[in-house]
């Protein structure tokens, strides 16, 4: 089923403890990401058939570069301007915002320049039982392609599992 304005995704990690994560609609698994090792910055993850990497540098990790695993050809760059929001930008230049809102949930966005909201990522509160832990919910707020839905939430979560980690 394609994905559409309105598709619900899920971030799920089925092994708790280690920092192993798959993006599910239903049942079918979309992407997958996981960390090198707890606490550590840098992350693979598979976005459909494409294997990308996640390295952090710069002074407090502010600055993330996202690649192509096999080749190392650079995908895009995140930048953090403070906890709350930062920029994606492409390798053609092309630009899109993040941004938190904290009450009455988190929830997490990425939006154009102009503002135009893409993707909302919610943290449920953790509940206690059960198999899968749903991580983070992914809404798709505006028609875009497919792989590009998907792409945004592998680096959406990156940074969120992130941003939760540090303050853990």
């Not at 971030?11 to 049942?27: A, F, I, M, Q, T």
């Not at 090198?36 to 390295?55: L, V, W």
């Not at 505006?142 to 599992?161: P, Q, T």
Request: overall charge positive; aromatic content about 12%; charged content about 25%.
């Amino acid at each position: 089923m394609p994905l559409s304005i309105g598709s619900i995704l899920h971030w799920v990690s089925l092994r708790p403890g280690r920092h192993c994560y798959e993006l599910r609609e239903g049942d079918n698994t979309l992407a997958a990401l996981e960390w090198k090792s707890p606490g550590d910055p840098e992350a693979e993850g598979m976005a459909g058939e494409r294997r990308i990497s996640f390295r952090r540098r710069g002074f407090f990790f502010r600055q993330t570069v996202i690649s192509e695993a096999d080749t190392g050809f650079e995908i895009a760059t995140f930048k953090f301007y403070g906890g709350d929001r930062g920029t994606l930008t492409f390798s053609d230049g092309y630009r899109l915002k993040w941004r938190f809102e904290g009450i009455p949930e988190s929830k997490w966005f990425f939006t154009t320049d102009k503002g135009s909201e893409l993707l909302c990522f919610t943290v449920p509160r953790p509940k206690k039982g059960g198999t899968v832990r749903i991580a983070a919910d992914v809404e798709v707020l505006r028609e875009i392609d497919e792989k590009s839905i998907i792409l945004l939430a592998v680096i959406g979560w990156y940074n969120i599992h992130g941003i939760l980690s540090m303050s853990k």
